[in-house]
């Protein structure tokens, strides 16, 4: 069953921040963050593990509430770079991710 | 490291024919997966692999489509017949360990498929 991902879209001027919410019915052993430009593959940026821990990346970072079955992404101090549709993908123990809808990101200058 | 390689880039395929995808993972992963993104239903997983052995095919539409992985360093996707339906770009995925509960998925760049 796919994770539930809030917002749909979301539009930045450069140096503000965000928060992508990503959230399953199922419990959840692991979560994956990963990243989508135009016409291009997903790019992995973190994973989550059972244990509530936060993740670092740059200035993108996660948390993970494995009793609340969700996980944010904070994108702080957005860059142009940070453009592109964001991606959870949720392991419920079953060794396979299903993905959310996505979230797109979009920075102006 | 090349990443994960899949070819072709681009199949534009008439209705009814058969289509063959084709992925190269990174080397020493063992498991692989095929996935399929539309704008209506996003990334799903179609089938997952681990060892060179279909672990889980539940995700696989039709019996038109059949997935198979001779070796570690080489899987492949086919659809036959063909359907329009089934135009979508297909990501071929691998990543070290059994699934994907503690290691990234290395994503190919896809192939395209347009069926007309």
């Known amino acids: 069953q796919q994770p539930v991902q809030s917002p749909q879209a979301v539009i930045l001027r450069e140096g503000e921040d965000a928060v992508i919410n990503c959230s399953s019915s199922?419990?959840?052993?692991?979560v994956h963050w990963y990243r989508q430009k135009h016409g291009e593959a997903p790019v992995f940026l973190m994973i989550?593990?059972?244990?509530?821990e936060q993740k670092g990346h740059d200035k993108i970072s996660a948390s993970f509430n494995e009793k609340k079955q969700q996980s944010s992404l904070y994108l702080t101090a957005s860059q142009l770079s940070y453009s592109g549709t964001y991606f959870c993908?949720?392991?419920?123990?079953?060794?396979?991710?299903?993905f959310g809808a996505g979230t797109t990101v979009t920075v102006r200058a | 490291d090349a990443g994960v390689i899949q070819s072709p880039r681009h199949e534009v395929t008439e209705m009814g024919q058969e289509v063959t995808l084709r992925c190269k993972p990174i080397?020493?992963?063992?498991?692989l997966f095929w996935y399929r993104q539309t704008m209506m239903r996003g990334l799903e997983l179609l089938i997952y692999?681990?060892?060179?052995?279909?672990?889980?095919d539940s995700g696989m539409p039709e019996d038109r489509f059949s997935a198979k992985m001779p070796n570690a360093s080489f899987s492949t996707l086919k659809i036959q017949p063909s359907e329009p339906r089934d135009s979508a770009v297909y990501f071929c995925?691998?990543?070290?360990?059994?699934?994907?509960?503690?290691?990234?998925?290395?994503f190919g760049n896809g192939t395209r498929l347009t069926v007309t």
């Open positions: 989550l593990l059972k244990g509530g």
């Open positions: 692999f681990n060892n060179n052995v279909p672990i889980d």
């Open positions: 080397s020493g992963h063992n498991s």
């Open positions: 995925a691998s990543s070290y360990g059994t699934g994907s509960y503690n290691s990234p998925l290395h």
């Open positions: 993908g949720t392991d419920s123990n079953d060794y396979k991710l299903s």
């Open positions: 199922k419990a959840l052993y692991s």
